[in-house]
């Protein structure tokens, strides 16, 4: 089970970070991705870590504005944004990835949160 916390509201330039904690299985053993909706879009991947955080991928959209973390001794997965944009305004989810990788396909994860929303004015 995931569940996010952390969205809100932000003007553009601030920064919010989203939290996922997990539980049920072997947190530290898998893969996280965060995903996002704007609305009236598609869903699309934002940023993945793998098993130990050694390893992390992040859409174009966000690099260098977004950071991905995890602290597996607490089940957590975080998602640290900085110098945010009208256009990152979206329901953020984090999921958990079938194996230990970090992909940023969504048919490779598995689990799902309830999604958190993150509104960003301008």
């Known amino acids: 089970q995931l569940q996010a916390s952390g969205g809100g509201l932000v003007q553009a330039g601030g920064s919010l970070r989203l939290s996922c904690a997990a539980s049920g299985r072997t947190f530290s053993s898998y893969g996280m991705g965060w995903f996002r909706q704007a609305p009236g879009k598609e869903r699309e991947f934002v940023a993945a870590?793998?098993?130990?955080?050694?390893?992390?991928v992040y859409a174009d959209s966000v690099k260098g504005r977004f950071t991905i973390s995890r602290d597996n001794a607490k089940s957590t997965v975080y998602l640290q944004m900085n110098k945010m944009k009208p256009e990152d305004t979206a329901v953020y989810y984090c999921a958990g990835h079938r194996t230990s990788w970090s992909t940023s396909s969504e048919y490779d994860y598995a689990y799902w949160g309830q999604g958190t929303l993150v509104t960003v004015s301008s």
């Open positions: 870590l793998n098993w130990n955080g050694g390893s992390t």
